[in-house]
T-cell receptor, first 117, second 114 residues
């Protein structure tokens, strides 16, 4: 079974540009979460999608947005890039549990390393 | 707000010794905890998990201990090997509005000295 796939792996953009990152979850996983990872900040939660709906959102400005398609693939978009947006962006998918009261681990992709210059 | 934090940002351990990585959490509603290992250039990988109805769980060379009284989580690695060098994250999970909310700590860097 293929793991979580993120594309591209590396990206360099200039300030003011916008960027779109892609994530393909593990087959059968419907929940996709996005995280920003910077040195010293750990993993900062961006948002989570489930069945094409955003159901959880972290404390990031509106420049950060996302969506999920019917095949569970997800994209995140950052508009008007700033230098501080340079980070590793991680996507994670979680399997269905069959019970809303059961939580489960997330499986991470390799991430997209975004550098804003 | 609720947060998950780590006591030690960097831990250096001699090869063959045991490692203990600690984590404090603050959300008393959290009921599922996970340790992840992140090697350089890779995404976090699941190591071991524990639910709040347990206080200890063992895997291969790893043990997770949960003390709900003081909201403390630890990861013990037996006979630490150079391949264990990585950043370790603890994560707490609480159900919110019918779905889970995951909060990660900053991470502890484990350096294994050969």
């Amino acid at each position: 079974k293929a793991g979580v796939t993120q594309t591209p792996r590396y990206l360099i953009k200039t300030r003011g540009q916008q960027v779109t990152l892609s994530c393909s979850p593990i087959s059968g996983h419907r929940s996709v979460s996005w995280y920003q990872q910077t040195p010293g900040q750990g993993l900062q939660f961006l948002f989570e999608y489930f069945s094409e709906t955003q159901r959880n959102k972290g404390n990031f400005p509106g420049r950060f947005s996302g969506r999920q398609f019917s095949n569970s693939r997800s994209e995140m978009n950052v508009s008007t890039l700033e230098l501080g947006d340079s980070a590793l962006y991680l996507c994670a998918s979680s399997p269905p549990t069959g019970r809303v009261s059961m939580n489960t681990e997330a499986f991470f992709g390799q991430g997209t390393r975004l550098t804003v210059v | 707000g609720e947060s998950v934090g780590l006591h030690l940002p960097t831990l250096s351990v001699q090869e063959g010794d045991n490692s203990i990585i600690n984590c404090a959490y603050s959300n008393s509603a959290s009921d599922y905890f996970i340790w992840y290992k992140q090697e350089s250039g890779k995404g976090p990988q699941f190591i071991i998990d524990i639910r709040s109805n347990m206080d200890k769980r063992q895997g291969q060379r790893v043990t997770v201990l949960l003390n709900k009284t003081v909201k403390h989580l630890s990861l013990q690695i037996a006979a630490t090997q150079p391949g264990d060098s990585a950043v370790y994250f603890c994560a707490e999970t609480a159900l919110s509005g019918g779905y889970q909310k995951v909060t990660f700590g900053i991470g502890t860097k484990l350096q294994v000295i050969p």
